[in-house]
């Protein structure tokens, strides 16, 4: 044999042997093995390789745009209740002012409404009233008087009233409230 053909048989052993790392590494069954088979092998495993490869990086994609949906939803309640939240001491300022009869037959009492008709439309509800029952959640008690006539803790009066938007405090209410006399 001449040199060229022993290395052209050397270039396909060594295809051959690149293509046996598809192979398990125990290859001593009893069923033998032919160069067609190896060679045939190779490319079914390196395509279901890619397919898995390519089923992993869409999940992620999926994951990854799922995220940043997500991410985009938060960013833009939060911004949503940062500007509100700007905007509840002007309207108490309003409310105390309405509540005082000097935004009667004012353009202000227009005001008001465009304010509040604003928040609703965002879901800002106001909340602290009267006989409510306390909670240290929604509340904050700035005053606290014993009074007989209570079994539980309760709101006397509203100094300010507390806001939520959708599920999420903004403000608790600050209030006065009436606990139980003792003895």
Known sequence: ?????????????SEIHDASQFLPEDTSGTEELTVEDILNSAP?????????????????F????????????????????????????ALDDLTRAENHGDLDG???????TKLRNAGDKFGLKAFGAKGDKFDPELHNALVQTPNNEVTETVVA?????????????????????????EG
């Open 44 to 60: 079914k495993d390196r395509e279901a390789e890619l397919l898995a490869d390519l089923q992993r990086l869409q999940a992620e």
């Open 106 to 112: 004012s353009p202000f009492a227009a005001v008001v």
């Open 1 to 13: 044999m001449s040199e060229e053909n022993q290395n052209n048989g050397a270039e396909e052993f």
């Open 62 to 89: 999926v994951n990854y745009k799922n995220r940043v949906e997500r991410d985009r939803d938060v960013a833009r309640n939060n911004a949503i209740a940062e500007v509100i939240r700007a905007f509840l001491p």
């Open 157 to 181: 009066d509203v100094v300010e009233p507390g806001f939520m938007l959708g599920d999420r405090l903004l403000r608790p209410a600050m209030v006065a409230v009436f606990i139980p006399a």
